[in-house]
């Protein structure tokens, strides 16, 4: 059986073929400003917040002695150096989801009565 060298450089050709078809594949994002993956984070904490934000509500409407609201957290906030009983929250993810602090057995939340979500 003889082989020819049309024959014997059939391999390197494909392989060849086939990565120069993987790098013109490529994109270039240096003109975006954002890359998709950031936005859909971005609108993922944006519906993460909203989530909570209603789950505040719901909690406080059912338990409302267990909460003491705040419009604004400069109001809450207030509060906390005007109460030396009552202390911050130090934990990032439970400040996140609204509840800065604590006092005399009740969180001090951030429930503002106007929210954007219901103007949408």
């Known amino acids: 059986m003889r082989f020819t060298l049309r024959e014997s450089c059939l391999p ?32 993922q904490d944006a519906l993460d917040a909203a989530i909570v ?9 059912i338990h409302p002695n267990d909460f003491v609201t705040f419009e604004t957290q400069t109001t809450a906030n207030h509060f906390i150096l005007d109460h030396e009983d009552a202390f911050r929250e130090t934990n990032r993810r439970i400040n996140q989801r609204g509840i800065l602090g604590y006092w005399r057995g009740k969180m001090l939340v951030v429930l503002p009565s106007l929210s954007i979500s219901n103007h949408l």
Do not use: C, N, Q, Y
């Open 53 to 61: 934000l209603e789950s505040l509500k719901h909690d406080v409407a």
């Open 12 to 43: 390197a050709f494909v392989l060849f073929i086939s990565a120069h078809a993987i790098g013109a594949s490529t994109t270039s994002v240096r003109g975006m400003t954002s890359t998709p993956s950031a936005i859909d984070d971005r609108l």
